[in-house]
């Protein structure tokens, strides 16, 4: 195994094409559980330049990225955990008792281990995991536009409980200071759902005529997409399988990422996200005060 195979080694080794791989197989049972309860969906991000680019993940990628409209990504909790395999796969979203200061829903597989640097102090479901995306209805006056990125930079503060080293410097001041006078756990869940009922107030339908992605990085908020490179799907070939894309991914990947078509330098093309331990074989359960929630974590 080469270095440019490996992932993670700790006490076993980890190539990232095997978390790859764990990665699709939930990928294929959501793309099931969406086509059987009629929830929209698509691919986006590095996953939906993978299958354009490279027909399958981008070769460095870690993880797997979907869009979902606001209305079905409201329905999908409820419906999960009534129809989906939960002994297998768990839908994940942070509510007032758990909070994974993680913006978007999750899906997970539980007999998995993959614990990311930022959530090892919390007691939540580890198992590697899938990303979907809410996308929303985007204001056209300019004024409103600000009040709706204003609600999702305070959304985002109260749910990760912390300022992201993509926000502006001096909003990242702001948030800080913020955090430290608001501290109680009711009131800033109180002031995460206020915020996500705010700047969600636009529905998509058919006089919308712009919608955003308000649960990514802050350079994708700023973004508003013309409503009509999602207003329907088409299907390209991502590791074997035909996946959904935007009808207009060109347009929105332009927009979201520039030239998508060229390849980043070398010295770019790695993983982004950190891990403490993976283990692609055992569940998360396992390492419970070994790798998450340990003696320190309870001070």
Same mark, same amino acid.
């Given at each position: 195994?080469?270095?440019?195979?490996?992932?993670?080694?700790?006490?076993?080794?980890?190539?990232?094409?095997?978390?790859?791989?764990?990665?699709?197989?939930?990928?294929? =049972?959501?793309?099931?559980?969406?086509?059987?309860?009629?929830?929209?969906?698509?691919?986006?991000?590095?996953?939906?330049?993978?299958?354009?680019?490279?027909?399958?993940?981008?070769?460095?990628?870690?993880?797997?990225?979907?869009?979902?409209? @606001?209305?079905? /990504?409201? @329905? &999908?909790?409820? &419906?999960?955990?009534?129809?989906?395999?939960?002994?297998? =796969?768990?839908?994940?979203?942070?509510?007032?008792?758990?909070?994974?200061?993680? *913006?978007?829903?999750?899906? @997970?597989?539980?007999?998995?281990? #993959?614990?990311?640097?930022?959530?090892?102090?919390?007691?939540?479901?580890?198992?590697?995991?899938?990303?979907?995306? %809410?996308?929303?209805?985007?204001?056209?006056?300019? !004024?409103?536009? &600000?009040?709706?990125?204003?609600?999702?930079?305070? #959304?985002?503060?109260?749910?990760?409980?912390?300022?992201?080293?993509?926000?502006?410097? =001096?909003?990242?001041?702001?948030? $800080?200071?913020?955090?430290?006078?608001?501290?109680?756990?009711?009131?800033?869940?109180?002031?995460?759902?206020?915020?996500?009922?705010?700047?969600?107030? /636009?529905?998509?339908?058919?006089?919308?005529?712009?919608?955003?992605?308000?649960?990514?990085?802050?350079?994708?908020?700023?973004?508003?997409? *013309?409503? $009509?490179?999602?207003?329907? !799907?088409?299907?390209?070939?991502? $590791?074997?399988?035909?996946? %959904?894309?935007?009808?207009?991914?060109? +347009? /929105? &990947?332009?927009?979201?990422?520039?030239?998508?078509?060229?390849? *980043?330098?070398?010295?770019?093309? $790695? *993983?982004?996200?950190?891990?403490? /331990?993976?283990?692609?074989?055992?569940?998360?359960?396992?390492?419970? +005060?070994?790798?998450?929630?340990?003696?320190?974590?309870?001070?």
């Amino acid at each position: 195994m080469n270095d440019k195979e490996l992932f993670f080694e700790g006490n076993h080794s980890i190539r990232l094409r095997d978390l790859q791989l764990k990665a699709l197989e939930i990928l294929l =049972y959501f793309k099931d559980f969406c086509d059987e309860h009629k929830l929209k969906f698509f691919l986006c991000g590095g996953s939906c330049i993978g299958a354009i680019r490279h027909k399958g993940f981008i070769p460095w990628d870690d993880d797997i990225d979907m869009f979902m409209p @606001r209305n079905d /990504y409201e @329905r &999908l909790e409820e &419906l999960w955990n009534k129809y989906a395999d939960t002994q297998k =796969y768990s839908c994940c979203r942070s509510n007032k008792d758990i909070n994974y200061k993680h *913006p978007m829903t999750t899906i @997970r597989d539980n007999n998995t281990t #993959f614990i990311r640097d930022y959530q090892a102090g919390l007691d939540v479901n580890h198992g590697v995991r899938i990303d979907i995306i %809410p996308y929303d209805g985007c204001p056209e006056s300019k !004024i409103k536009r &600000l009040i709706q990125i204003g609600w999702a930079f305070v #959304f985002h503060l109260f749910n990760r409980e912390a300022t992201s080293s993509t926000h502006f410097k =001096y909003i990242g001041k702001i948030g $800080e200071i913020i955090l430290r006078i608001i501290k109680n756990k009711d009131t800033r869940y109180k002031i995460w759902k206020y915020a996500e009922g705010q700047m969600t107030k /636009y529905p998509i339908n058919k006089d919308t005529k712009y919608v955003t992605d308000l649960c990514s990085y802050f350079r994708f908020i700023k973004i508003r997409y *013309p409503k $009509e490179y999602f207003d329907d !799907i088409i299907y390209r070939e991502f $590791e074997g399988h035909q996946m %959904p894309i935007p009808i207009g991914y060109d +347009g /929105y &990947l332009k927009m979201a990422f520039g030239d998508y078509m060229e390849l *980043p330098p070398e010295e770019e093309r $790695e *993983p982004k996200h950190g891990a403490v /331990y993976i283990d692609l074989e055992n569940s998360y359960k396992n390492y419970r +005060g070994i790798y998450f929630i340990n003696d320190s974590d309870k001070m």
